[in-house]
């Protein structure tokens, strides 16, 4: 549970990071795009395909670290109808459904990416899989986190019902 808890901390600091670093990218690429445009007729080619892909990237890598911190869309239908239910075994509940969605989005993706990796469409010089990669890996880190939330839901149960 401990280390599982150091590895999404860990995970989430460096997407904070790495999310900023994407989002300066995009950023700069979007303000060369429009000034070359507006003022030289001319533009990066494949800037726009390049920017469609990082846009991509900061809104999987902000729901990631939404997830993380517990600011991800919740179902609050559930929890407003089970009331008089144990607040941790509604949480459970909610978490285990996310992790089974997590877990069914992440085969989807990954079988995606396999099917992607034998395409030879290109990007500038990088290959369309490597920038659509994010897909699996963000419900990768999902599904850790939810892992975790569902590990934490099951103790603090435990732990309350032997009091």
């Known amino acids: 549970m401990d280390f599982l808890r150091k590895l999404n901390y860990r ?3 460096f997407q904070k990071i790495f999310i900023v670093i994407v989002f300066l990218l995009l950023l ?3 303000l060369i795009q429009v ?3 507006l003022f030289f007729n001319f533009g990066v080619e494949s800037a726009d395909s390049i920017i469609r892909y990082l846009v991509m990237w900061v809104g999987f890598l902000g729901a990631s670290l ?7 869309i919740n179902i609050d239908v559930a929890s407003q109808f089970f009331k008089k239910i144990n607040k941790d075994a509604v949480n459970f509940i909610i978490n285990l459904f996310s992790f089974i969605i997590c877990l069914l989005f992440f085969i989807a993706s990954f079988i995606f990416i396999l099917n992607e990796v034998n395409e030879t469409s ?4 990088i290959p369309v899989w490597i920038l659509e ?3 699996p890996l963000i419900f990768l880190f999902m599904l850790l986190s939810f892992l975790q939330k569902i590990l934490e839901s099951l103790f603090s149960f435990k732990r309350k019902n032997k009091k």
């Open 35 to 37: 000034l070359l445009r």
């Open 133 to 135: 990669l994010i897909l």
């Open 122 to 125: 290109k990007i500038i010089f």
């Open 11 to 13: 995970l989430y600091k």
């Open 66 to 72: 939404a997830t993380y911190k517990n600011r991800h």
């Open 28 to 30: 700069s690429l979007s």
